[in-house]
C-alpha cells in the first residue's frame, strides 16, 4: 500500500522559514519523480515543485522560484520542501504527490497545513 506522510507544517511570521518532510512507503520511491501541490483557503489546486527519481533535476512554480527548496533523500524514502522568506500568500495546505511513470501524479498524502500570519 502507497503511504505519503507529510511533517513539518505549522505557524510561521512573515520572513520566517519551514522545512516540510514527505515519508514514503510502499513503492520504490528512487522510481518516480515526485512533487508537492498546495491549496490555499478558497482556491483550487497549486503545482508547487516537482523533483525529478534521481534528483537531478528540480522544477519551481515562479512565485517560488529563489525561496523554495525541493530535494529528496532516496536512502531514506523522504521528500523535502524547504521553504524561506514565507509570505501570507504561502498559507495553504501542502501535499506530497508521487509520479506515475508516465505523466501526472496518482497517490497524494493528507497534506500539512502551511500557516504564515503574525
Known amino acids: 500500500e502507497v503511504q505519503l506522510v507529510e511533517s513539518g507544517g505549522g505557524l510561521v511570521q512573515p520572513g520566517g522559514s519551514l522545512r516540510l518532510s514527505c515519508a514514503a512507503s510502499?513503492?520504490?520511491?528512487?522510481?518516480?519523480?515526485m512533487s508537492w501541490v498546495r491549496q490555499a483557503p478558497g482556491k483550487g489546486l497549486e503545482w508547487v515543485s516537482s523533483?525529478?527519481?534521481?534528483?537531478?533535476?528540480?522544477y519551481y512554480a515562479e512565485s517560488m522560484k529563489g525561496r523554495f527548496t525541493i530535494s529528496r533523500d532516496n536512502a531514506k524514502n523522504t521528500l523535502y520542501l524547504q521553504m524561506n522568506s514565507l509570505k501570507s500568500e504561502d498559507t495553504a495546505v501542502h501535499y506530497c504527490?508521487?509520479?506515475?511513470?508516465?505523466?501526472?501524479?496518482?497517490?497524494w498524502g493528507q497534506g500539512t497545513q502551511v500557516t504564515v500570519s503574525s
Open positions: 504527490v508521487k509520479g506515475t511513470s508516465t505523466v501526472g501524479y496518482d497517490y
Open positions: 523533483i525529478s527519481s534521481n534528483g537531478g533535476s528540480t
Open positions: 510502499g513503492f520504490t520511491f528512487s522510481d518516480y519523480a
